[in-house]
């Protein structure tokens, strides 16, 4: 069956589009085309290495001025010591995704594609063998997806579809207001879940151990970083933390998450010392008790340093505080 790969890049950034370079170079060794759908334009070097490039300057986020118009909050929260944090991402994407998976059918349709594999541009994929495991699945099933961190949402940075099945559940919304008033809303990753459900499709679903261990469980290449400045840190597999400003007090906020197990962290930062105990999923966060727009930052988890750097705080505001 005729199959692609398709790249969903969104690379602004000189760093974004390195780790684009490196995702197209594993993307290669299967052996199909591939196609980049992008809202930011890419370079001759890039579009040299690929087969299709489609750009579209829209880029329809949600952003957060405007969450109130639409009834949506996007708020996590973070619990220590009786101290609850509120805080929104500056925007919401779901519907720019949505729009570039609509744009990518319509665009396969034409070439008579029939099998789709979406690779998000930082996911980097460790298994040589996972996109022929994937359309082999696709004779069976309709879409293979690995949750994303619930057994009842999808990730989108990995997944596979039968072109005529993602179409059918891509087409359930057509605008952005019907994603964000109609759909209350809801993450792509809950949307698509639900959507797949809804329309009784055969899918197959993997876990998120299983989306770890054939990508990048490799921190270096989603290091969020200026030089050796670092602005935060992602590694999906182990854990992910960033140091906040608050909206209207001169503190900040240093935040953690735990993505494989129960962990215990020791934490140096500027020299004072920071011990916790985090579950896995678990969200911490903590004042710190100066102020400064740099931080030296040491981690050390289950007892082996993970993090050594500079870290800047990062500009996304926190809205409430709770005792």
């Known amino acids: 069956m005729k199959d692609i790969c398709i790249i969903l890049a969104h690379c602004e950034t000189e760093r974004k589009v390195k780790i684009l370079l490196q995702c197209i170079d594993l993307i290669k060794k299967h052996n199909r085309p591939i196609l980049i759908m992008c809202n930011y334009p890419v370079s001759q070097e890039v579009q ?6 489609y750009y579209d300057k829209n880029n329809e986020l949600l952003l957060r001025e405007h969450y109130h118009l639409y009834g949506a909050n996007y708020a996590f929260f973070n ?3 009786g101290i609850k944090l509120h805080f929104q991402c500056p925007f919401n994407h779901s519907y720019a995704v949505w729009s570039m998976i609509r744009n990518a059918i319509n665009f ?8 789709l594999h979406f690779i998000n541009y930082d996911c980097l994929v460790k298994d040589e063998n996972v996109i022929n495991e994937h359309s082999d699945f696709l004779t069976k099933f309709d879409h293979v997806f690995y949750n994303f961190e619930k057994a009842d949402d999808l990730s989108a940075f990995l997944f596979s579809s039968r072109i005529e099945s993602l179409d ?13 008033i109609d759909n209350c809303g809801k993450s792509i990753e809950t949307t698509l879940f639900q959507t797949i459900e809804k329309l009784n499709h055969r899918p197959i679903y993997f876990s998120r151990e299983e989306l770890n261990k054939k990508t990048n469980g490799n921190s270096d290449l989603v290091h969020i970083c200026d030089g050796l400045m670092s602005y935060s840190y992602a590694d999906i597999k182990y854990f992910s ?30 020299n004072k010392i920071y011990k916790l105990s985090c579950a896995r999923w678990e969200r911490i966060a903590f004042c710190l008790d100066f102020y400064k727009k740099i931080y030296d930052v040491k981690i ?24």
Request: a negative charge; charged letters at 25%.
């Open 300 to 323: 050390s988890r289950n007892g082996s340093q993970v993090f050594l750097g500079g870290v800047v705080v990062y500009d996304t505001y926190f809205l409430t505080l709770e005792k």
């Open 108 to 115: 396969c349709k034409f070439h008579d594609y029939k099998f």
């Open 241 to 270: 933390f960033s140091i906040f400003k608050h909206e209207s007090e001169q503190n900040n906020y240093f935040w953690i998450q735990e993505n494989e197990m129960n962990s215990s962290y020791e934490i140096s930062i500027d």
């Open 79 to 81: 619990i220590l010591s």
């Open 168 to 180: 059918s559940v891509i087409k359930t919304i057509k605008s952005f207001k019907e994603y964000f």
């Open 48 to 53: 040299s290495l690929v087969d299709y490039v």
